[in-house]
């Protein structure tokens, strides 16, 4: 079992920058793939961001090229997610999520996670 916390969330103005933290415990962090999903009301939860295990491989969706990175510490047992320029409709609950070591096409499929965090808000005003 993993545990997974985030933190970071909050209100930010249109062009601003924010970086949510997802500290994990429990199990060897470097066993697992780590992403950052989002849901906004009333759509379905997206993929952001993803990275493998070592590090060595990251993935974005397109609105966000360019614009977020996502990273991780693994002596902290901590993954990062630095948004810049951000869009009002980057507004969103941001979650943490943990998955398996092997890195695949899977990894952006949201029950490719069994673990997750509780989730943290972003709102970016216009």
């Known amino acids: 079992q993993v545990q997974l916390v985030e933190s970071g969330g909050g209100l930010v103005q249109a062009g601003g920058s924010q970086r949510l933290s997802c500290a994990a415990s429990g199990r060897t962090f470097t066993n697992y793939t780590m992403a950052w999903f989002r849901q906004a009301p009333g759509k379905e939860r997206e993929f952001v961001a993803g990275?493998?295990?070592?590090?060595?491989?990251?993935d974005y969706t397109d609105s966000v090229k360019g614009r977020f990175a996502i990273s991780r510490d693994n002596a902290k047992n901590t993954v990062y997610l630095q948004m810049n320029s951000l869009k009002p409709e980057d507004t969103a609950v941001y979650y943490c999520a943990a998955g398996p070591r092997a890195w695949s096409s899977f990894h952006i499929k949201y029950n490719f996670y069994p673990y997750w965090g509780q989730g943290t808000q972003v709102t970016v005003s216009s």
């Open positions: 990275i493998s295990a070592s590090g060595g491989f990251t």
